[in-house]
Each structure stands twice: as structure tokens, then as C-alpha cells.
Nanobody, 120 residues
Framework: QVQLVESGGGLVQPGGSLRLSCAASGSIARINTMAWYRQAPGKERELVASITSGGNTMYADSVKGRFTISGDNTKNTVYLQMNSLKPEDTAVYYC??????????????WGQGTQVTVSS
């Protein structure tokens, strides 16, 4: 089992910043990729940003230049720094991890989600 615990969501005014954190724990031998997704009401879940174990990152076009994903391999934790937030960034943000467990099995896990609301 792999558990993901997210934190850092909340209410922020347009133009403000938030930092999300996601810590992975459990029978982890190697974290291959961690990512953040989001889902707004009435919309499908979409990929926001991802980072590989080697540090390669990718971003959705809608957040490029505003969001930064980073990781701390010593803590099995990934962060999403969100700047210049817009009302359209309002969504539930989910952490996702693709890991290899101690028995060599590939596992994909999701966090419980954290609400981000951008509103004045």
C-alpha cells in the first residue's frame, strides 16, 4: 500500500499564492513520477504538472510560468508552488504517484484531494 497525504489548499484572492504539499508513505522502493491533477466542478480531471525521479518536469499550458512543481526525494514529498492565481484555478487538487513497491510491483496511487479556491 502507498498512501499520499496532501496539504496546503485554501482560499486565496486572485493574484495570490499557495503552496501544496504531498507526502508519500508505505512500501515504496522507488518513486518514478509524482504529479498534480485538478478537477473543477462539472469538468474532467486534468493534469496540472508532473515531475520524474530524475527531475524532469512538465506543465499544462494553462499554468506555465505561474506554477512550479518540485520534489524532495529524501522525504518522498512533492510540492506545487502556485503563483498569480486566477479564479479559473479553482478546483480540487489531487496528488498522484507512480511508484514501484518493495516487491517490484508498479502501483499508482491518489491522494484524497485538497480544495483550492481563488476568489475575491
Amino acid at each position: 500500500q502507498v498512501q499520499l497525504v496532501e496539504s496546503g489548499g485554501g482560499l486565496v484572492q486572485p493574484g495570490g499564492s499557495l503552496r501544496l504539499s504531498c507526502a508519500a508513505s508505505g512500501s515504496i522502493a522507488r518513486i518514478n513520477t509524482m504529479a498534480w491533477y485538478r478537477q473543477a466542478p462539472g469538468k474532467e480531471r486534468e493534469l496540472v504538472a508532473s515531475i520524474t525521479s530524475g527531475g524532469n518536469t512538465m506543465y499544462a499550458d494553462s499554468v506555465k510560468g505561474r506554477f512550479t512543481i518540485s520534489g524532495d526525494n529524501t522525504k518522498n514529498t512533492v510540492y506545487l508552488q502556485m503563483n498569480s492565481l486566477k479564479p479559473e484555478d479553482t478546483a480540487v487538487y489531487y496528488c498522484n504517484a507512480d511508484v514501484t513497491n518493495r516487491w517490484g510491483t508498479a502501483i499508482r496511487s491518489w491522494g484524497q484531494g485538497t480544495q483550492v479556491t481563488v476568489s475575491s
